[in-house]
């Protein structure tokens, strides 16, 4: 039967959130048209979108008939409702699953404050992260438009660049969890492909990004979203992610 249902997922390509969400819905087979966000330009459409409910205005957002979600794990649960496959979130596990997320956003958090840091620091990434329009020429120009955007995301989530030893010593710690599950169960967190596995693989993408077949990067991006100390105590992990990828992500059109 042919899908009536318009869906629009507002996303950062970029962002493992937005990750979530896309890989979520791929896995169920549902169709949806993508809308890219612009952080900064485009923070009065996405608080329209989101209302004024939620106390931050993020990605992703999907719109789905007369729904607006605005969790990732909320579209996850959207998906296995209205699509087709395997659920991501069974019933029997989803307290267990609920954990594994919460773990995984407090990862992300962590390697999101390191990612800006970075960002901040790196001009060869800033001119990368300007809009896709703008001609190459151009860019330059706009060098510091792209520095305030990155100053303004590392305000918009209190990002300090004097706790950074503290934020890596979160995500390793959160690693070192991961590890110890997979060492008892692997491949699978909870014995089959589920939205466990799907969250914990995308926070790894700010340790060592994924193949660009899933997700493109521009090498100045790829550089500042990579933490070395982290890739080399952690191969067995990015090792797992990428397996992980392959087997039940379809790569980017």
């Known amino acids: 039967m042919e899908e009536t249902t318009v869906r629009r997922l507002v996303i950062l ?21 993508t809308l890219i966000h612009e952080p900064l330009v485009g923070e009065r459409r996405l608080r329209r979108l989101v209302g004024s409910a939620k106390p931050r205005a993020t990605v992703p957002v999907l ?21 087709r496959g395997s659920r991501l979130i069974p019933a029997e596990h989803e307290a267990e699953i609920k954990q594994w997320s919460r773990r995984a956003d407090q990862a992300m958090e962590a390697s999101r404050a390191l990612i800006t840091l970075a960002l901040q620091s790196s001009r060869e990434a800033q001119l990368e992260g300007l809009p896709r329009g703008v001609p190459g020429a151009l860019r330059p ?14 305000r918009k989530y209190g990002v300090r660049g004097e706790d950074a030893a503290v934020y890596r010593e979160r995500v390793r710690a959160a ?10 169960s692997s491949p699978y967190l909870l014995g089959t492909f589920s939205y466990a596995d799907l969250v914990t693989a995308t926070s790894l993408q700010g340790i060592v ?35 992980l990828y392959a087997q039940h992500r379809r790569r980017a059109p």
Not at 141 to 154: D, I
Not at 227 to 239: H, N, S
């Open 63 to 83: 719109l789905a008939g007369g729904e607006v979600l605005t969790e990732s794990w909320d579209i996850a649960r959207y998906a296995d409702r209205e699509g």
């Open 175 to 184: 690693l070192l969890e991961l590890r110890a599950a997979l060492a008892r």
């Open 141 to 154: 120009l706009l060098l510091p438009v792209a520095r305030y955007a990155m100053g303004w995301f590392g």
């Open 209 to 243: 990004p994924v193949d660009g077949a899933y997700i493109r990067l521009g090498p100045g991006m790829r550089a500042a979203w990579t933490q070395p100390e982290l890739a080399a105590e952690f191969p067995d992990l990015i090792a797992w992610r990428d397996q």
């Open 13 to 33: 390509p970029i962002s493992p959130w937005s990750e979530r969400a896309r890989w979520a819905l791929d896995h169920h087979g549902l169709k949806y048209k």
